[in-house]
């Protein structure tokens, strides 16, 4: 039973299919350089924060030009032993069609960011990535590549997706599990190493995880990093979700939040600064069952604290409905995948089945949330889905990736200010990630 369920969460945990293998390989290195946390003035509560980048437009805002705009759409594609990556350039959000023949392959689970203007690759078998200069006819020009094996980093472990950003030149690399390389992504440099951390390794009989960040962006104030403690299985999560707070100016572990919700690694931030948090890797079964806690979704304001104020119930503007994977858009306006309950066949008052539970997969239909009229509509023409979803913005528009139940192929819609959604191009794999390179 175990078997076949963690085959298929191998996938949804690399959700932009990240994969467990990359949470095993992760290891300490005696050759790692330790930063010792420096004192430092803590900045007061006046401090403007920087306006970030919109989820897809890169690490720092493109300087305007007469120039076209460039991007970069990044798809796994999947055998039944490997998989592969691929990174298409366009000129246009415009897309039709993906040509194979347009891009460029990687190994293995290849992530991709920009900063500068520049793209970087992270490589999807070693520690290290890659930065190219993109020409305007779609040259690779690779400038330099960084290594994090000598920082205990390991396999692939040094992709984007174990990556949380501050800004363009300070970001954290997880390594093994609580600590975190810092480095600079816009000189290419690696700082060194923090260990501190006040978080327990077990919990209860489960041991303490570092989550992926399900897609990394630079967000307002400190880097917030979800945490969650899970069995050996990937089966059985605690029922709160450990968030550690950085400071901003030291990197050093302020404080953790423990947030009353299971595996929240989603996270997404409104204009005022509040970033909200989801699940992923946690599914609606457990709770259904009566196996553990339901699925919620929890709100961390701009001062880095819980919303105590912010803890609506969900379900009562879905009917009932369990809500999972939730991003917010712009204007309280936000996007979650809801499990129609209404049409399993299933008796969750019985023994947790695991063919049930697969077919609780096939059920999930994205909705649209009014965070200020406290409803949630169904978005049409997209239909049944996975349980997740991907996405990027980009001058005001915003692109939903959706893949197959398998994983095979990927259609991208496109949603209007009124939540209705367009398809604007299919392809095989699974998309992970479309951002503006500048």
């Known amino acids: 039973m175990n078997g076949m369920r963690c085959v298929k969460s191998t996938r949804r945990l690399g959700a932009g299919v990240w994969s467990m293998g990359l949470l095993a ?3 300490c290195s005696d050759e790692a350089t330790v930063i ?8 007061g509560p006046e401090t403007p924060a920087p306006e970030p980048p919109g989820p897809g437009e890169g690490l720092e805002q493109p300087e305007p030009s007469g120039a076209e705009p460039l991007y970069a759409l990044q798809t796994y594609v999947f055998t039944d032993e490997t998989v592969t990556s691929y990174v298409t350039l366009t000129n246009t959000l415009d897309v039709t069609s993906l040509p194979p023949e347009e891009a460029r392959e990687f190994s293995g689970y290849a992530f991709i960011t920009a900063v500068d203007g520049k793209l970087l690759v992270s490589n999807g078998e070693t520690p290290s990535i890659t930065r190219y ?3 305007a006819d779609h040259q ?31 970001a954290y690399v997880t390594l093994d ?16 190493v923090m260990e501190d951390s006040a978080l327990e390794l077990e919990r209860e009989g ?8 399900r897609q990394p962006r630079v967000m307002r104030g400190p880097v917030l990093k979800p945490f ?13 979700t450990p968030v550690a707070v950085y400071d901003p100016v030291t990197n050093v572990e302020q404080k953790i939040i423990d947030v009353p919700c299971p595996a929240l690694e989603v ?16 599914g609606a079964t457990l709770g259904l069952y009566g196996m553990g806690p339901e699925l919620c979704v929890r709100r961390i304001t701009a001062n880095a604290e819980l919303d105590e104020a912010w803890n609506p119930d969900l379900t009562a503007w879905t009917e009932g409905r369990p809500v999972k994977t939730f991003r917010y858009l712009g204007n309280n306006k936000a996007v979650g995948t809801v499990l129609h309950t209404d049409e399993l066949a299933i008796d969750f008052t019985q023994p947790y089945n695991e063919e049930d539970a697969l077919e609780v997969d096939l059920h999930w239909r994205l909705w649209l949330f009014d965070l200020e009229a406290e409803t949630a509509r169904p978005i049409e023409n997209i239909g049944a889905i996975d349980s997740a979803f991907l996405w990027s913005v980009f001058e005001g528009r915003t692109f939903l990736f959706v893949p197959y139940s398998d994983w095979s192929r990927s259609k991208v819609f496109e949603l209007d200010a009124d939540g209705n959604a367009t398809e604007r191009f299919e392809t095989t794999g699974f998309v992970n990630e479309w951002i503006r390179i500048r």
């Open 25 to 27: 390989s992760l290891a």
């Open 36 to 43: 010792q946390p420096p004192a430092a003035e803590q900045p």
């Open 133 to 135: 200069e993109i020409t």
């Open 140 to 170: 690779w020009q690779e400038l330099e590549a960084i290594s994090f094996a000598n920082q205990g980093v390991t396999g692939g472990g040094a992709g984007f997706e174990r990556h949380w950003f501050k800004d363009a030149n300070t």
């Open 177 to 192: 599990i609580r600590k975190r390389v810092i480095w600079n992504p816009t000189e290419m440099r690696i700082l060194g």
């Open 206 to 213: 489960l041991q303490l995880d570092a989550t992926f960040n």
């Open 228 to 240: 969650f403690y899970r069995d050996a299985d990937w089966f059985m999560f605690g029922p709160t």
């Open 267 to 282: 996270p997404s931030q409104d204009e005022a600064g509040n970033t909200y948090l989801s699940s992923w890797t946690y």
